[in-house]
C-alpha cells in the first residue's frame, strides 16, 4: 500500500520562502514519478493543478508557468522523499499542496495519479 505525507506548510508573507515535503512509503522512488499539484482556495478536487513532477530517474518538469524560476522540485531517494522548494512566494500561491504518485513516467493531470497525501495547507498574506 502506498502512502503519501507532505508536510513544510505554513503562513509566510509575499516573497517568503517555504519546503513543502513529502514522504513516500510503500513504493520506491526508483521506480516511481511523484507531482505536486496545487488547490487554489473554494476549487474541486477536479480542479487541481499540475505545479511539478520529478520522474524515476529524477528527470524534471515544470506544469505552470507562474512558478517557472521560484519553485525547485527534487527528491532524495535514500529517504524515499520529495521535496518542493517554494522562494518568492506570492498571494495567489496560496491553497493546498498534494504530492501524488505513479509508476516512472510524470503525466500532467490530477487524473493520472492514483495515490495521493492529504495535503498541505500554504497561506501567502502580508
Known amino acids: 500500500q502506498v502512502q503519501l505525507v507532505e508536510s513544510g506548510g505554513g503562513l509566510v508573507q509575499p516573497g517568503g520562502s517555504l519546503r513543502l515535503s513529502c514522504r513516500v512509503a510503500?513504493?520506491?522512488?526508483?521506480?516511481?514519478?511523484v507531482a505536486w499539484f496545487h488547490q487554489a482556495p473554494g476549487a474541486e478536487r477536479e480542479e487541481r493543478e499540475g505545479v511539478s513532477c520529478i520522474t524515476w530517474n529524477g528527470q524534471k518538469l515544470n506544469y505552470k508557468n507562474s512558478v517557472e524560476g521560484r519553485f525547485t522540485i527534487s527528491k532524495d531517494s535514500a529517504e524515499n522523499t520529495v521535496y518542493l522548494q517554494m522562494n518568492e512566494l506570492r498571494p495567489e500561491d496560496t491553497g493546498t499542496y498534494f504530492c501524488?504518485?505513479?509508476?516512472?513516467?510524470?503525466?500532467?493531470?490530477?487524473?493520472?495519479?492514483?495515490?495521493w497525501g492529504q495535503g498541505a495547507q500554504v497561506a501567502v498574506s502580508s
Open positions: 501524488a504518485a505513479r509508476s516512472y513516467a510524470c503525466l500532467n493531470h490530477y487524473s493520472n495519479f492514483g495515490d
Open positions: 510503500g513504493v520506491s522512488l526508483t521506480e516511481t514519478a
